[in-house]
């Protein structure tokens, strides 16, 4: 290595099956009240009272924001901090997907740092007083938001999904219990899956990857390899969905610390103008990502393919690169994964689009970490080109 490098991780990770059951504990040693930040969907499941008895058996008092129902936005962050201001609460649990830990982390930090959380892009302004404390809990395999100092926040007035990452971001504690992904429909098992898929090789990938992230990211990608269609098939498939929410705690971690590159450049205003959820967004983009990266990254494309295709190991780079690219492909496929044509966007809107898209893009600098950095004409060229991209010819799995 040049130069050193930096590994950043929550202070405490619990992982595994009734892993949910040290929340209280966890809170207990942090504060006194707490504000679970979830969706109503975790609300009918029963994961927030069961969370809210987790705390109560440990002496904890809760409040509640149920608030947060699509991508994460400025107006989820004003809603729940200003919640939490008035119940007076202390700490933050996030309870949900990667869209309610973002919100918490937000409002973790603005509690006690103030501003708006657009003032934190960029490093505009630095989080020098130390967040409420944060605990994390994902119910879906794909984000890894568990395990970064990463938050994705949507400026509601112009369209752009804020990138803002600094260590006040990350949480303390990261509860990931695979019983809680159980409930996650084929859909999001999908998306969510590619979405992890597309943190663990764009972080090994990336101009910034090192030692430490290299581990962890090949790691992912076998998790992913091997168990993402059986938890796709078959929901209730505790071990694949143990390894699934593994797989996506560890792609976590290294795209924390290794950063994204040219798909999470591209997702971002896709999902901010379309309102494509993150993780199709990313999923649509991989394949198409990849065939444009591919011949300036021969030798790291080939241990994808490698572990993907096990049996053909011994092949060249230049041919384990090409099934690394073609698996990818047709794991899109079988999962369902539609082109943007195929999710309903409107073409004459994304052509007109392009435009801001290739600009925002650029301004979140992940494209410049990946392997092959374009130039506009041809980052325009590729979000046309996955307008209406083609996966690979293979046949669906039923849905």
Known sequence: MEKFACFRVPQSIFYGRKAFVNVGREAAERGGKVLIVSDKIMDELGYVSECRQYLQEQGVKSAVYLGVDSEPTDRYVSESLEVLEKEGCDLVVSLGGGSCIDTAKAIAVLASNGGFIGEYMGSRRIADKAPLPHIAIPTTAGTGSEATDVTVITNTENDVKMMIKQPAFMPDVA????????????????????????????????????????????????????NLMAAFRDGENLDAREAMSLAAMQAGMAFSNASVCLVHGMSRPIGAIFHVPHGYSNAMLLPAVLEFSKEHCIERLADVGRIFEKENSHLSNEECAEIAVNSVKKLCMQLNIPNLKGWGVDEEAFRKAVGKMTEDAFISGSPANNPRVPEREELEALYRTCFDYQFASEEKVEK
């Open 175 to 226: 509860i990931v219990d695979p019983l809680l992904t159980i409930s996650s429909p084929k859909s999001v098992t999908a998306a969510t899956g590619v979405d992890a898929l597309s943190h663990a090789v764009e972080a090994y990938l990336s101009r910034k990857s090192h030692p430490m992230t290299d581990t962890v990211a090949l790691s992912a990608i076998q998790l992913i390899a091997d």
